[in-house]
């Protein structure tokens, strides 16, 4: 029973091989000669003319982007906007954990049997980002430093948008 099941199953496409194989040789077989390839001719001229060796260009790099400060108008909003934002979720987590909600963030689900730890959880967030965005400041990956602060900042609206959505 096994066999004529494995047979069935394995004679198409034995067969399909078979002829794709067979129908690749002759186009495997069908090769050029280097022997028929004639060299092109050259013209010396050209080259006896120009230099053979060229003098090195000073290459000259791109001006690198003036350092700005880290407290600067765009950071000191990005921060303003993350603390916003974490403080509208610590608002709305608390107000769904009152109301027999549960936290789904496992880091913050250890801190939120309390109203002040859950509070030094969101005040931490934010701390942490700040920390973070200086950490890339001082190491000039400054599109990093703004990326870290928008990243929270859309994670903290997400979680508010949806503890809004699941009241």
Known sequence: MLTKRLNAILQPKAAIL?????LCRPASAQQISAALLQPAVMDPAPFRA???VKAAQPATLPEAPTPHRFWDREN???FAASASFSAADFVVT????REGGQE???VTRLFSSTTTGLAVNFAGETAGVVAL?????RTNHHKLERA???LNIGASAAAVTFDLAHR
């Open 18 to 22: 078979l002829a794709f194989l067979s």
């Open 148 to 150: 870290a602060s928008m």
């Open 94 to 97: 608390r107000d769904n954990l």
């Open 104 to 106: 789904l963030n496992p």
């Open 133 to 137: 965005s200086y950490f890339f400041h």
């Open 50 to 52: 120009a230099p053979m």
């Open 76 to 78: 000191s909003l990005l």
